[in-house]
């Protein structure tokens, strides 16, 4: 019942390899029911910057099914066309749960609020 301001994931059992248990949906799940209205996740993953890899790309998809509306951050330098396909670096998930994450609408050339949304 306990709920909370920050969570940070950051669990490793060597310097690229993240328990199992802590990459999956149910426990991204579980962890959203702990956070706080206005709280924030924050998600430290050493992975492929730039998803040339099956876990950069599973991660990033399970990541977003649970907190859809979220940012992330390259933390390391890292060169986005080098040939390395192991080359890993830092990357920060960030989710802060607030009444518009949940929002799903998209513009469209129909239906276009562009113009009310913006906060002026």
Known sequence: TTQYDLIILDAYTNISAIPMECI????LLEVKS???KG???VANVV???DFRDKFAVRYDNTFSSVFPVHSR???????????DASYFVNVIYSYYN???TDD????TDDKNTY???RQH
């Open 24 to 27: 999956t949906r149910d426990f």
């Open 34 to 36: 702990l956070l706080k």
């Open 39 to 41: 709280g924030i996740v």
């Open 47 to 49: 992975t492929n910057a």
């Open 73 to 83: 951050q390259v933390l390391s330098p890292f060169n986005p066309w080098a040939r």
């Open 98 to 100: 607030n009444s518009l």
């Open 104 to 107: 799903t609408s998209l513009y």
């Open 115 to 117: 113009s009310l949304d």
